[in-house]
């Protein structure tokens, strides 16, 4: 990296951190991050546990955030339903980044191909997202491998849309015409050149797409086709204490509170991203 690039990206983080949200949605992943990595030392009971003599006890010194009508420990699965939240989004993020990209540059580079794969893509994107999901979850089963492959399946076609569009306005760029110029082949300025000029709306559209997984995965679960039900998923949780909401609403608060927090950081932080990475924007400012 050149001296002109570290000085670059010292200008960007400067700027992303001088907006509040942003910092605030950095603080508050990198403390479910924490909670997630560390789940063990933190919960304070086994998340599977079940008492039956401590059922839907209110939160107190014993259990933080109260029980369930199995008497499990509300804090402890909350904790280690971070963990699950967590490996559900950087997974699908990382799948659909390497495909959706992929898919994108060809499509936004070759011509013949680009009828053809966003024919296919605009197709599932027609379906509603949560049917989609539950369609394929009904044929592949209820497990984590399976709700990732899901997730992945249908917002590949999000991050591919957003590449090609870059693809398209990178492709009509002076560099890409002197790289020609100097002999550089079609698949060299695919997979090398353009690539580095599309990094931001990739990054950027990786967070957004994090904050739905977040939110599609609590949803299949509430609903009975996601994580198996003794899972320590938030989704389970929020569904497990539908039924006894008035008398015993800490089931679904702390749960509910999590994907909020956790969905609302996301969001700031992709919010911070486009402000600084988004040339537009710079220009603007």
Same mark, same amino acid.
């Given at each position: 990296?050149?001296?002109?690039?570290?000085?670059?990206?010292?200008?960007?983080?400067?700027?992303?951190?001088?907006?509040?949200?942003?910092?605030?949605?950095?603080?508050?992943?990198?403390?479910?991050?924490?909670?997630?990595?560390?789940?063990?030392?933190?919960?304070?009971?086994?998340?599977?546990?079940?008492?039956?003599?401590?059922?839907?006890?209110?939160?107190?010194?014993?259990?933080?955030?109260?029980?369930?009508?199995? @008497?499990?420990?509300? #804090?402890?699965?909350?904790?280690?339903?971070?963990? *699950?939240?967590? /490996?559900? &989004?950087? %997974?699908? =993020?990382?799948?659909?980044?390497?495909?959706?990209?992929?898919?994108?540059?060809?499509?936004?580079?070759?011509?013949?191909?680009?009828?053809?794969?966003?024919?296919?893509?605009? @197709?599932?994107?027609? #379906?509603?997202?949560?049917?989609?999901?539950?369609? *394929?979850?009904? /044929?592949? &089963?209820? %497990?984590? =491998?399976?709700?990732?492959?899901?997730?992945?399946?249908?917002?590949?076609?999000?991050?591919?849309?957003?590449?090609?569009?870059?693809?398209?306005?990178?492709?009509?760029?002076?560099?890409?015409?002197?790289?020609?110029?100097?002999?550089?082949?079609?698949?060299?300025?695919?997979?090398?050149?353009?690539?580095?000029?599309?990094?931001?709306?990739?990054?950027?559209?990786?967070?957004?797409?994090?904050?739905?997984?977040?939110?599609?995965?609590?949803?299949?679960?509430?609903?009975?086709?996601?994580?198996?039900?003794?899972?320590?998923?938030?989704?389970?949780?929020?569904?497990?204490?539908?039924?006894?909401?008035?008398?015993?609403?800490?089931?679904?608060?702390?749960?509910?509170?999590?994907?909020?927090?956790?969905?609302?950081?996301?969001?700031?932080?992709?919010?911070?991203?486009?402000?600084?990475?988004?040339?537009?924007?710079?220009?603007?400012?």
């Amino acid at each position: 990296m050149t001296q002109t690039e570290k000085s670059g990206s010292r200008r960007t983080l400067e700027k992303f951190m001088k907006n509040p949200t942003a910092v605030f949605g950095v603080i508050v992943l990198l403390v479910m991050f924490i909670m997630a990595v560390f789940a063990g030392p933190i919960a304070t009971h086994d998340p599977l546990e079940i008492n039956p003599g401590d059922r839907l006890m209110a939160p107190g010194a014993q259990h933080w955030f109260g029980t369930d009508r199995m @008497g499990r420990d509300i #804090f402890s699965r909350v904790v280690y339903g971070s963990r *699950i939240s967590l /490996v559900i &989004g950087f %997974s699908v =993020v990382l799948l659909t980044s390497f495909f959706g990209t992929f898919l994108g540059l060809v499509s936004g580079y070759f011509k013949r191909l680009d009828e053809i794969i966003m024919r296919i893509l605009d @197709g599932l994107m027609a #379906f509603p997202g949560l049917i989609l999901m539950i369609m *394929i979850m009904a /044929v592949l &089963g209820r %497990s984590l =491998v399976n709700v990732i492959i899901t997730l992945a399946i249908v917002y590949t076609p999000r991050m591919a849309r957003v590449v090609r569009g870059a693809v398209l306005v990178q492709k009509e760029q002076t560099y890409i015409e002197a790289a020609r110029a100097i002999g550089a082949g079609a698949m060299r300025i695919l997979f090398i050149h353009i690539p580095r000029n599309c990094i931001a709306p990739i990054i950027i559209q990786g967070t957004m797409i994090f904050a739905y997984v977040i939110l599609a995965e609590s949803a299949l679960s509430f609903l009975g086709v996601g994580m198996p039900p003794e899972t320590p998923s938030w989704g389970v949780v929020i569904s497990s204490g539908k039924v006894f909401l008035r008398r015993a609403p800490w089931i679904c608060f702390f749960s509910g509170m999590s994907i909020s927090l956790c969905v609302l950081a996301l969001n700031s932080i992709g919010d911070g991203l486009r402000d600084v990475l988004d040339p537009r924007l710079n220009r603007k400012g």
